[in-house]
């Protein structure tokens, strides 16, 4: 079995080294991952400019790459350089981020848009978060994202399996919810400093009475979520209703 695995925190963030460390033992591991931090880039890709790729050593992968784009870019050319070397991928991997990817806040995330992009190109894709910006305990997520490879590659390709991780001891997070996203993650705003310039600060409210249901409410309880994400993002219901709308061109 071959895994990519990707990442937005960059080819140097702890996160990755442990999942790639965890998967080795399941199967090949190739990595693409950003030469820097890429966080909040969403599916973004590199359009007007050329990226720099550099084939490196790197510990337990047969190849490696440092690429100087987006998330979404390191998923694109590791899947079409491991396709060039005669690798099929089955899993692409993002993470372990360093930070919760948590409620509608997905949607800026560069380690979800990474994990989407694989399903954009055919291939399943899983992302993983560990609930803090500096995190210490990678054991817990690195056994669920190798307990879920037999399950998503029994799914197809066409939805991201989204997991987050209390930053605890494993004998302290509470459990595992399989649970719909919820709102806003971070309460933030830009906030003027100086010459002009704003900066984006925020925090993290207590999701807790939102109970177990919806993965901000749940993680804040101490529990590990799994969440589902599909890309259309079309409202369905209301496409239905559309029908009868009285619009003339």
Known sequence: MNFLLVNDDGIESRGIRELANTLSQHGNIF?????RQQSGKSQSITFTESIEVEPIEYEGAMMAWKVHGTPADCTKIGLQLCALEGHEIDIVFSGINH????GTD????????????A???G???VAVSVGDHNPIHFDAACDLAAQIVPIVMWMEPT??????VPDLPREDIKGL???SLGPNFFLDGFVYKEGNTYQLEGHVPDFSHFGEALDVGAN?????TITPLKPDHTDHELLAKMADWDLVL
């Open 99 to 102: 930070g919760s990817n948590l």
């Open 106 to 117: 997905t949607l800026y995330s560069g380690t979800v848009g990474a994990a989407m992009e």
């Open 159 to 164: 939805v991201v399996l989204n997991i987050n």
């Open 220 to 224: 804040s309880l101490g529990y590990a």
């Open 177 to 179: 919810r399989y649970a």
């Open 31 to 35: 990595v693409s991952a950003p030469a």
């Open 119 to 121: 399903v954009f190109q």
């Open 123 to 125: 291939k399943r894709g």
